[in-house]
């Protein structure tokens, strides 16, 4: 549940976001019956909202969506945005030969295999968490800076690193 006040008439209510519906930009204030404009984010953090005259922000807990992961741009690549379904997701560098990846990088940093790294996202009562682990590649994975070893496998964290080949990668939540 989250905090929200209504900006016209002040009254403070609970939302549920898991019963927002997708794309939702108002909702009417049960008390005065005034639309309230929302926005939903995905933010780490606690209960927060934010509310101006017109805009009320909501901005949901950490761990109740599943994370995304940013390809950043370098001189090889360009900025890719992959939302990370629940299940089993194998990334990799995207090329004309079939794969078992899930989610394709487009890169011409050869040193990325094409399936390189695993990200298991699992669902419980608590939210979401996603599992990282190294797809047996040949230039292996790096982690918040250090290699993960054959068969380890961490929890990822809001902002952590993730380094294939010579491309970076954050996961956030
Ligand atoms: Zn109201």
Wanted: with cysteine; proline share 4%; aromatic share 4%.
């Amino acid at each position: 549940m989250i905090s929200v006040k209504c900006p016209h008439c002040r009254v403070g209510l609970k939302v549920d976001e898991g019963k927002l519906p997708p794309n939702i930009t108002s909702f009417k204030c049960p008390k005065c019956k005034q639309p309230i404009n929302i926005s939903v984010l995905s933010s780490k953090g606690g209960d927060v909202f934010s509310a101006t005259d017109d805009v009320t922000q909501l901005i949901l807990k950490s761990h109740e969506k599943a994370g995304t992961i940013t390809i950043m741009a370098d001189e090889n690549t360009r900025q890719q945005i992959f939302p990370l379904p629940e299940g089993i997701n194998i990334i990799g560098r995207k090329s004309s030969q079939s794969s078992q990846a899930t989610i394709h990088i487009e890169t011409a940093d050869r040193t990325m295999s094409r399936e390189h790294i695993r990200i298991e996202v699992r669902k419980d009562s608590k939210g979401f968490k996603h599992f990282l682990s190294d797809n047996n590649s040949k230039n292996h994975t790096l982690y918040n800076s250090s290699y993960l070893e054959k068969g380890e496998i961490v929890i990822l964290n809001n902002n952590d690193e993730i380094i294939i080949g010579n491309t970076t990668l954050r996961f956030n939540e």
